[in-house]
């Protein structure tokens, strides 16, 4: 199952449905579209810019 939204893993706002993934993992995950969670902006923490 692909993701919908990546999250920072102190993020409050995950769900049972998350799993661990690496740095290169979610900055592929952003590259391809996939939004950064509005809360814990995974984002700004890796230094990814749009």
């Known amino acids: 199952m692909r993701p919908v939204c990546v999250h920072a893993g102190s993020c409050w706002d995950l769900s049972k ?3 661990p993934a690496t740095a290169e993992q979610v900055r592929a995950l952003l590259a391809e579209g ?4 509005p809360h814990c902006r995974p ?8």
């Open 17 to 19: 449905r998350c799993a």
């Open 34 to 37: 996939k939004p950064a969670c």
């Open 43 to 50: 984002d700004t923490i890796l230094g990814v810019l749009e």
